[in-house]
Nanobody
Framework: VQLVESGGGLVQPGGSLRLSCAAS????????IGWFRQAPGKEREGVLC????????MYVDSMKGRATIYRDNAKNTVYLQMNSLKPEDTAIYYC????????????????WGQGTQITVSS
């Protein structure tokens, strides 16, 4: 499966963005999709994941109440909606796929998108 992220950009603190992870080559029905982010000088970390059964796992406490993930099977796309963005959310955001269940581990995912930059700044 090939993944392509979109929707990143420059946003002011307090703003919102919706990232898309569009898949091709295979249906996402049997995949868990995780969103990860990597800030400059930091390790890549898991943010949110939605599994095959649409159960959601949250991996970053600072995003609780500010981010959600959902999928549109008809479009073979998974979305990450983020609100009340903060400067510390600035990072490259990646989506990744693995079969069935979620994991916060970067090495657990077989397929990655190229990433999309989010910059939160006034």
């Amino acid at each position: 499966v090939q993944l392509v992220e979109s929707g990143g950009g420059l946003v002011q603190p307090g703003g919102s963005l919706r990232l898309s992870c569009a898949a091709s080559g295979s249906s996402l029905d049997n995949y868990a999709i995780g969103w990860f982010r990597q800030a400059p000088g930091k390790e890549r970390e898991g943010v949110l994941c939605i599994n095959k059964y649409n159960t959601i796992a949250m991996y970053v406490d600072s995003m609780k109440g500010r981010a959600t993930i959902y999928r549109d099977n008809a479009k073979n796309t998974v979305y990450l909606q983020m609100n009340s963005l903060k400067p510390e959310d600035t990072a490259i955001y990646y989506c990744a796929a693995r079969y069935y269940t979620c994991s916060s581990g970067v090495l657990s995912y077989n397929h990655w998108g190229q990433g999309t930059q989010i910059t939160v700044s006034s």
